[in-house]
């Protein structure tokens, strides 16, 4: 006898696949936070703009390029923030519903994990990258050992992304169709 007999009531759900399915939801309190990690580093940058317009009689060219690196880091990881934001909740909590608003992110459409996470490893490469050359540029004030650990810090960034994208890579790549096979396996 079918499971959809009409005198046969209709199967339940089970509770735990329903239970792990809907935990997802749990993830909304922590982009919500970020959103308000998001809000203070727009306050740590106004207030820096404000320091650099208020003092930039008295400061040499040094001070300046290293108080503007300092701005572009915020803003760096401001984009972080909002990578992290829209595409893990897109990816792992819920859409958006925003396809076809002219504001929607060039990314969005095409994210998944492997992407997000390629995405994420370059901008934390080009955050390491601005710590990096802020430090080249005050060596003075540096250890060398300090130095020698940040080159190391940032090379083991750029390994680490080289191997997800390789990794991404292969374990995404489409085989071409054939037409024995019809479907290239």
């Known amino acids: 006898m079918s499971a959809n007999a009409p005198?046969?009531?209709?199967?339940?759900?089970?509770?735990?696949?329903?239970?792990?399915?809907?935990?997802?939801?749990?993830?909304?309190?922590?982009?919500?936070?970020?959103?308000?990690?998001?809000?203070l580093y727009v306050y740590l940058f106004l207030k820096e703009v404000w320091h650099l317009v208020a003092t930039i009689g008295s400061l040499n060219e040094t001070t300046v390029m290293l108080s503007v690196l300092g701005l572009i880091d915020v803003v760096m990881i401001s984009n972080l923030l909002i990578m992290v934001i829209i595409g893990g909740y897109e990816t792992f909590v819920s859409r958006l519903g925003i396809e076809g608003?002219?504001?929607?992110?060039?990314?969005?459409?095409?994210?998944?994990?492997?992407?997000?996470?390629?995405?994420?490893?370059?901008?934390?490469?080009?955050?390491s990258s601005i710590h990096l050359?802020?430090?080249?540029?005050?060596?003075?004030?540096?250890?060398?050992?300090?130095?020698?650990w940040q080159v190391a810090?940032?090379?083991?960034?750029?390994?680490?992304?080289?191997?997800?994208?390789?990794?991404?890579?292969?374990?995404?790549?489409?085989?071409?169709k054939t037409p024995a096979s019809g479907n290239g396996h």
Not at 105 to 121: F, I, M, Q, R, T
Not at 133 to 147: C, H, Y
């Open 7 to 39: 005198n046969m009531p209709a199967r339940p759900r089970r509770a735990l696949p329903m239970i792990i399915f809907m935990s997802r939801w749990l993830q909304v309190p922590l982009y919500l936070g970020l959103i308000v990690a998001q809000a």
């Open 101 to 127: 608003h002219p504001d929607e992110p060039e990314w969005l459409d095409h994210v998944n994990a492997g992407v997000l996470k390629v995405k994420l490893s370059m901008a934390l490469i080009s955050i």
């Open 133 to 148: 050359l802020k430090t080249f540029i005050d060596t003075d004030n540096r250890t060398s050992t300090s130095i020698m």
């Open 153 to 176: 810090i940032h090379l083991s960034f750029l390994l680490s992304a080289i191997a997800m994208a390789w990794v991404d890579r292969i374990t995404t790549h489409v085989y071409p």
